[in-house]
């Protein structure tokens, strides 16, 4: 069986009759062992016993009924300091309630109180009652965003949500049908993983910031990403599990054999794959090369460090 929660409630006998009994009874409806002086109290016995060592004593609960008439009693503030000194020792919650526009006493004024005036009888009683039997009132804990879980996705960038973004940036860079990617796009592309727009955006403002990407922006907010930066976009690759180094190598050597040669796409790599790597090894200073219309490339000048590199390789 379950033990009820007892409730000392102090308070003057001019706020008896018009709270007072009124939300005792509330209470002792719902559960709850209202301590109440006229209910508790009988002819003959002692005051000072049945309210210190049979009320306040045994009560789990202390409810000060605070008034512009009960602050000033004698009583209540007696009753008060040992409400206080059971919830220092911890073994009673002190619940105040304000009937008017009454100073709360300093020994309270720390405590969270409710306000008859501010939410009438009723809603107080209903706010009583959740501290007394300690209600959650709290939403239910839901799963973390997918970003910050998605331990599947290749560590890319540090940031989880830059990690995310870039990691789709990626995608969509390597899918030759596309020459560019729209903020649309991409925002599509990340349906599903808890990123909202606003922080896409500031992602892809801190990439074109680092200068891992490039962007056109057009009137009316729209932007496009016109490139990746192979400086960006092969540690990437080599993040998410491609051979980067043995591709660049392989090209080299097909390049040194066959200097004549125009290229378009290696070893069946997407052309954004192909592009980085010539980009890389010209950045190097490795190759020279022109680039035409039509997308292929053609090497113009092989340098002698390209050639000892693929004769030691």
Same mark, same amino acid.
């Given at each position: 069986m379950i033990v009820a929660p007892k409730a000392?409630?102090?308070?003057?006998?001019?706020?008896?009759?018009?709270?007072?009994?009124?939300?005792?009874?509330?209470?002792?409806?719902?559960?709850?062992?209202?301590?109440?002086?006229?209910?508790? =109290?009988? !002819?003959?016995?002692?005051?000072?016993? *049945?309210?210190?060592?049979?009320?306040?004593?045994? %009560?789990?609960?202390? +409810?000060?009924?605070?008034?512009?008439?009960?602050? !000033?009693? &004698?009583?209540? *503030?007696?009753?008060?300091? %040992?409400?206080?000194?059971?919830?220092?020792?911890?073994? !009673?919650?002190? =619940?105040?309630?304000?009937?008017?526009?009454?100073?709360? /006493?300093?020994?309270?004024?720390?405590?969270?109180?409710?306000?008859? /005036?501010?939410?009438?009888?009723?809603?107080? +009683?209903?706010? %009583?009652?959740?501290?007394?039997?300690?209600?959650? @009132?709290?939403?239910?804990?839901?799963? &973390?965003? !997918?970003?910050?879980? #998605? #331990?599947?996705? /290749? *560590?890319?960038? &540090?940031?989880?949500?830059? @990690? +995310?973004?870039? @990691? #789709? =940036?990626?995608?969509?860079?390597?899918?030759?049908?596309a020459n560019t990617i729209s903020d649309q796009s991409l925002l599509e592309r990340l349906v599903g993983t808890d990123v909202s727009a606003g922080a896409m955006n500031e992602s892809v403002d801190i990439f074109e910031a680092e200068r891992r990407i490039k962007r056109q922006k057009m009137l009316g907010g729209n932007w496009f990403i016109t490139d990746v930066k192979s400086r960006t976009l092969l540690p990437a690759l080599s993040a998410r599990g491609m051979d980067v180094a043995g591709l660049q190598m392989r090209l080299l050597a097909g390049i040194v054999n066959n200097p004549q040669e125009a290229i378009t796409s290696f070893e069946g790599q997407p052309r954004a794959v192909t592009d980085a790597l010539i980009d890389s090894l010209e950045s190097r200073g490795l190759i020279k090369t022109q680039r035409m219309m039509s997308g292929h490339v053609f090497i113009h000048n092989v340098s002698a460090e390209a050639t000892r590199m693929v004769r030691r390789s």
């Open positions: 000392f409630i102090s308070h003057a006998t001019e706020d008896k009759s018009t709270f007072v009994v009124p939300f005792a009874t509330k209470l002792r409806e719902k559960g709850v062992d209202a301590w109440v002086d006229q209910w508790e =109290i009988k !002819a003959g016995e002692s005051l000072v016993d *049945r309210i210190f060592e049979s009320g306040i004593k045994e %009560a789990s609960v202390f +409810i000060v009924v605070l008034s512009s008439t009960s602050v !000033a009693k &004698p009583w209540v *503030r007696d009753e008060l300091d %040992a409400g206080v000194m059971r919830r220092i020792s911890g073994q !009673a919650k002190v =619940i105040p309630i304000v009937l008017d526009d009454v100073e709360v /006493p300093v020994s309270l004024q720390h405590t969270l109180y409710l306000s008859v /005036p501010k939410d009438g009888l009723e809603k107080v +009683i209903e706010k %009583a009652l959740h501290s007394i039997f300690e209600v959650d @009132n709290r939403p239910p804990l839901g799963s &973390p965003p !997918a970003y910050t879980t #998605a #331990a599947e996705l /290749p *560590r890319v960038l &540090p940031d989880p949500v830059d @990690n +995310i973004v870039f @990691n #789709a =940036i990626i995608d969509l860079h390597l899918d030759d049908s």
